[in-house]
DNA sequence: TCTGGGGTCCTAGGACCC
DNA sequence: TCTGGGGTCCTAGGACCC
């Protein structure tokens, strides 16, 4: 049995708790560069504001409508999201963070009702933090997200579901002819794991509703489609296949991209962006504890202007031996993008990614009888700590370039909201 | 003018091995 | 004319998630 805990429009949410002016008011949270929109308030949402859609077709649709755009604080988000979590874990008898504004708990052995057990811990979290969630219970996880957005659906859209199942809904305590009505009203597209392109396959199948869906054969599904949406039928009919995740949280990959504010065309300034994702992507790293047998680094043009010429390619360096050290990380994404660069496009976007990620625990080193060894653990760890301390990119390394290229290739936050959680000097102050 | 930044898992195909 | 059967590893790309 698990619950999953999901924190309603998290993102608008956050960003009002330090500005209660916005309450009430369509409220829209921009990705970097407020390029497009990656969280919407309900008022934005009911506006007919889509995720994902570029902000400045928002002002220019809806500017008439009192939309207030705010760029996204992932610092404040993610302080209030360990918070809300510390608290939903409390739920059940494990837990696993799934995203920044969701985890799921592990219900098994859980004694008496779990809906007024929901309630409480819904109400807790409201209190403390002034976050408005929906908890969702099934038997699988799958299940789990569909009672979710069941609880949010009952919710927002009245009439959509029995009035009783929102905020909190527990589909294993339903009667079987009132699961399968709830099923019968849920949209495939809602299930989790089903997305634009399956979707668009079942319903020219004729399938339409998750009870469409779960009432498929699953050993047919394997043969049409392939494990993934048979795991998600069988896990639609009652039959839990994803595992739980392990608890050691450690990340597989970690990649650290920008879209530029701007086009870029030169090597260098590709060098000295290069050089920063690749630094900021060993120090989560090395938070992890982890090593990295791989870089991979890409660079692309913006496939939305379409009189570019597009490139787009990427390249993945071994490292010699796994390693967190942003020096030879750096040195890696370099030496590949030199190999992938081409001139005469106007680029767009950049990343390092670290793949092949170890247990930093254990560490091969070699037998090499010409040079010292060097071991720079000592001076990463005074490296984070000095970033933590006065802030990110007060120590980097010279490749990374000296502030010019900031501006160059800089992001662009025009509607910040504050480092209320982060910054003595933004503290809300409470007055009686 | 302006279109995010992370992740996961699976599959197909090629290179290579015996 | 007719060219095996079994395996691993890697990469690229697709599909999905938030």
């Known amino acids: 049995m698990f619950a999953l805990v999901d924190g309603w429009n998290f993102f608008a949410s956050c960003t009002r708790l330090f500005d209660p002016s916005l309450a009430g008011r369509p409220l829209v949270i921009a990705g970097s560069n407020d390029g497009c929109v990656i969280a919407r308030s309900d008022e934005a949402r009911a506006l007919g504001i889509k995720m994902g859609q570029p902000l400045f077709e928002v002002r220019r ?15 404040l988000f993610g302080m209030l999201s360990s918070r809300m979590m510390t608290i939903a874990a409390e739920l059940g008898t494990s837990w696993h963070d799934y995203s920044i504004d969701e985890g799921f708990a592990g219900m098994d052995g859980v004694p008496g009702n779990l809906v007024q057990r929901g309630r409480d811990k819904r109400e807790k979290i409201e209190q403390w933090l002034g976050l408005p969630t929906g908890i ?29 199942l929102a905020q909190v809904c527990d589909l294993a305590n339903l009667p079987a002819s009132d699961f399968d009505a709830v099923l019968a009203a849920t949209d ?77 065309t ?13 630094g900021r992507a060993a120090e989560k790293l090395r938070k992890q504890e982890g090593r990295a047998g791989q870089v991979l680094t890409f660079i692309r043009t913006s496939p939305f202007r379409e009189a570019d010429r597009q490139y787009s390619r990427s390249i993945t360096m071994p490292l010699r031996r796994p390693t967190a050290d942003t020096g030879l990380i750096a040195q890696s994404a370099i030496q590949g993008l030199k190999v992938i660069f081409r001139q005469g496009y106007n680029y767009a976007k950049a990343g390092v990614m670290l793949l092949d990620l170890q247990d930093g ?72």
């Not at 370039?401 to 503290?427: C, I, K, N, P, Y």
């Open 266 to 278: 030169e090597l260098q300034d590709l060098v000295e962006a290069v050089t920063e994702f690749a």
């Open 136 to 164: 969702g219970i099934g038997r699988t996880r799958t299940l789990a997200k569909l009672a979710n957005h069941v609880a949010k659906s009952a919710q927002r859209k009245p009439g959509s579901y029995p009035a009783d």
């Open 188 to 264: 495939l597209g809602d299930i989790w794991g089903i997305g634009k392109r399956i979707s668009a396959q079942l319903q020219a199948d004729g399938l339409h509703t998750a009870l469409d869906v779960a009432n498929m054969d699953a050993a047919m599904v394997r043969r049409r489609w392939s494990v993934v949406l048979e795991r998600t039928v069988r896990e639609l009919q009652g039959q839990a296949c994803i595992p739980f995740e392990d608890v050691t949280d450690g990340k597989k990959e970690i990649m650290c991209s920008r879209s530029f504010g701007r086009p870029v």
């Open 61 to 75: 649709d809806f500017r008439n409508s009192g939309v207030v755009a705010r760029s996204a604080n992932f610092n």
């Open 361 to 432: 625990s254990v560490e091969q080193w070699e037998l090499d009888l010409d040079t010292p060894r060097q071991d720079r653990s000592a001076l990463m760890t005074t490296m984070d700590r000095i970033n933590m301390k006065y802030g990110r990119g007060t120590l980097q390394l010279a490749s990374a370039g000296s502030g010019g290229a900031a501006r160059r290739f800089s992001v662009r936050a025009e509607h910040r909201s504050g480092d209320h959680m982060t910054s003595w000097s933004q503290l809300p102050i409470a007055r009686a």
